[in-house]
T-cell receptor
Framework: GAVVSQHPSRVICKSGTSVKIECRSL??????MFWYRQFPKQSLMLMAT?????????EQGVEKDKFLINHASLTLSTLTVTSAHPEDSSFYIC??????????????FGQGTRLTVV | AQTVTQSQPEMSVQEAETVTLSCTYD???????LFWYKQPPSRQMILVIR??????QNATENRFSVNFQKAAKSFSLKISDSQLGDAAMYFC??????????FGTGTSLTVIP
């Protein structure tokens, strides 16, 4: 299957600083990328859907000024957690869909990023 | 947001036996896709099986099969001949024409040797 690389896999930052997480599709073009947040032993909560070249669509309750998403190319989307606080500590996962036609195209997932804000 | 519900937070199965994981979803759309993903302790999401809503035939992938009941909005996963490596979190997922991709609450599967 296709490969999605997410970086970094772990990051620790101080409260008040910003952290950028990258999601790259390595061997396919991704029109759409999804960003999720996962708490321990819980489901993946969709934060936003980003489409290349346009603004991301955020889910209700997700602060778009807090979680900045940029999808500047067909192979890269970034999530920036701005002015991070301890409650932002979580596991963040990205996924990317191929640009192939139809809904049948599979979404491939990155390895996830463990963010710890101290 | 679409709702995807997995009513079994935890399930266990004896090795070599069969287990069924439940999933229900809520949508007013007729065209969508359903998926089952597996998340082992590494937390890497792995696609197990997918089902197109317009297809009446249930999808099958080796030991994994689904029971898709469109009218009931039900999409269960059957794992036959369970193996120790099947132990993981299993998530049901819904994808629609609006480009929305939602996951269920998850079921933790334990395989007993």
């Amino acid at each position: 299957g296709a490969v999605v690389s997410q970086h970094p896999s772990r990051v620790i930052c101080k409260s008040g600083t910003s952290v950028k997480i990258e999601c790259r599709s390595l061997d396919f073009q991704a029109t759409t990328m999804f960003w999720y947040r996962q708490f321990p032993k819980q489901s993946l909560m969709l934060m936003a859907t980003s489409n290349e070249g346009s603004k991301a669509t955020y889910e209700q309750g997700v602060e778009k000024d807090k979680f900045l998403i940029n999808h500047a190319s067909l192979t890269l989307s970034t999530l920036t957690v701005t002015s991070a606080h301890p409650e932002d500590s979580s596991f963040y996962i990205c996924s990317a869909r191929d640009t192939g036609p139809g809904l049948n195209t599979e979404a491939f997932f990155g390895q996830g990023t463990r963010l710890t804000v101290v | 947001a679409q709702t995807v519900t997995q009513s079994q937070p935890e399930m266990s199965v004896q090795e070599a036996e069969t287990v069924t994981l439940s999933c229900t979803y809520d949508t007013s759309e007729s065209d969508y896709y359903l998926f089952w993903y597996k998340q082992p302790p590494s937390r890497q999401m792995i696609l197990v099986i997918r089902q197109e809503a317009y297809k009446q035939q249930n999808a099958t992938e080796n030991r994994f099969s689904v029971n898709f009941q469109k009218a009931a909005k039900s999409f269960s996963l059957k794992i036959s001949d369970s193996q120790l490596g099947d132990a993981a979190m299993y998530f049901c997922a819904f994808f629609n024409t609006g480009n929305q991709f939602y996951f269920g609450t998850g079921t933790s599967l334990t395989v007993i040797p």
